[in-house]
């Protein structure tokens, strides 16, 4: 398939727009805008400026107004920008009317993120899974992505008579193919889930969090395996299943795609059989970047995307991972403000968040420098142990004869 979401290949350089509204203040904005060039330079794109502008509500044919996007159209003129990106989803109309006026392309955070996992996905499932994804996100911009739909079409032989569109055809071999998609990812989700089926009677873990914050080098320290790490968001998109053995008690453990804020629902939708070794595990490990100066939002983010697939209701272990990395920031005692998050040391972090997190157990870790693991294998250990006994309670007596000693 050639995919009408990606950009030339060269390195492009990019404009960021942002709206600062009631949902969100300049302070989201900022961080969201990080987010956004993080995930830029992830796709090869360079970020030579950012725009904000104060508005209650996204302007329905533009998102920023016609006099902020003159100022825009001016500067990226000016300075040779290639192309422009949007921190919300932009409307089918919204996306013309911008490319009409700025004469560049125009990307919105759902198409960035889709164009990243089109460049990440390595297996058939995974490719599936994308080309699924960005079919749907396509079907309702046709318009804008061919310029050649306009022309009418017909003669003999064309389906509906003389005088069809283009645009009308290309719907229907769209739909055509976003139907072959789904049934061919069925077919493969049958396959899965008798994989799944297959695996035994072991407890299954899965780790989550948000993109990036160390899960694949948990899962390598956990399961003594090499399992793909990289410094980049999304940077693991197929489902990897390990083995784990401590002291005499083996599970398994999976690792999968991270979250992120505004993950476009196509994605959600076509990644649910991915998603489904969240929603069947035993017992979920929800890693957490500590060292984030947002890690907070971070972990909500997480919390409501499970609530959305149905896996809110697992038992979690929360592990703050990277605290070799977490560095507090300057707080004056003389100031009369409260201390913001990232102004806690990491003591002060963990007394606030053991207090906090009811019914949810946490640890500090750091994965990279295998810090406090003798703690999380104990506690991982005596996890599993429980839920082993509670499914196989004849077993206990031969597998459980003494307490987990880490070697």
Same mark, same amino acid.
């Given at each position: 398939? +050639?995919?009408?979401? #990606? =950009? %030339?290949?060269?390195?492009? !350089?990019?404009?960021?727009?942002? @709206?600062?509204?009631?949902?969100? &203040? ?58 422009? +990106?949007?921190?919300? #989803? =932009? %409307?089918?109309?919204?996306? !013309?009317?911008?490319?009409?006026? @700025?004469?560049?392309?125009?990307? &919105? ?63 229907? =071999? ?10 061919? @990812? ?222």
């Amino acid at each position: 398939m +050639i995919d009408p979401l #990606e =950009l %030339s290949g060269k390195a492009e !350089r990019a404009v960021l727009i942002g @709206l600062i509204n009631n949902d969100q &203040d300049a302070d989201q904005v900022k961080e969201y805008l990080d987010e956004l060039e993080f995930l830029a330079t992830t796709a090869n794109i360079s970020t030579l400026k950012r725009f904000t502008q104060r508005l209650h509500k996204p302007d329905g044919r533009t998102y920023v107004g016609s006099g902020k996007l003159a100022e825009i159209k001016e500067w990226m003129t000016a300075n040779g920008a290639d192309c422009v +990106i949007f921190d919300d #989803e =932009l %409307s089918a109309a919204q996306q !013309r009317n911008l490319e009409k006026v @700025l004469a560049k392309p125009v990307l &919105d955070r759902p198409r960035l993120i889709l164009d990243i996992f089109a460049r990440r996905a390595r297996s058939a499932h995974a490719k599936k899974q994308v080309e699924l994804a960005q079919y749907e996100y396509m079907l309702p911009r046709l318009t804008k992505l061919w310029t050649h739909l306009e022309r009418q079409r017909g003669g003999t032989g064309t389906r509906g008579g003389a005088g069809e569109k283009e645009i009308e055809t290309d719907r229907r =071999l769209v739909r055509d193919r976003i139907a072959l998609l789904k049934g061919q @990812l069925k077919d493969i989700d049958r396959q899965m889930a008798t994989q799944r089926s297959n695996r035994g009677k072991l407890v299954r873990v899965a780790v989550v969090g948000y993109t990036n914050v160390g899960k694949s080098t948990l899962m390598t320290v956990l399961s003594k395996s090499e399992v793909f790490a990289e410094n980049k968001l999304f940077a693991t998109l197929d489902t990897t299943v390990r083995k784990v053995v401590l002291g005499n008690l083996p599970f398994l453990v999976s690792d999968t795609v991270g979250f992120i804020r505004k993950l476009p629902h196509q994605l959600i939708e076509s990644f649910k059989s991915t998603l489904d070794e969240t929603r069947e595990a035993d017992l979920l490990l929800h890693v957490v970047d500590i060292s984030h100066h947002n890690f907070e939002e971070q972990y909500e983010t997480v919390k409501q995307t499970l609530n959305e697939i149905g896996a809110g209701d697992k038992p979690v272990i929360v592990i703050f991972n990277k605290i070799d990395a977490y560095r507090p920031a300057h707080h004056d005692p003389d100031d009369l403000e409260p201390k913001r998050v990232e102004q806690y040391s990491l003591e002060e972090l963990k007394e606030t968040w053991m207090a906090r997190m009811a019914g949810e157990e946490c640890i500090f870790i750091s994965a990279v420098q295998k810090s406090n693991f003798d703690q999380l294998r104990k506690l991982l250990y005596a996890r599993v142990k429980a839920l082993h006994i509670a499914r196989y309670p004849y077993e206990s007596d031969l597998l459980f004869k003494d307490d987990y000693l880490e070697p």
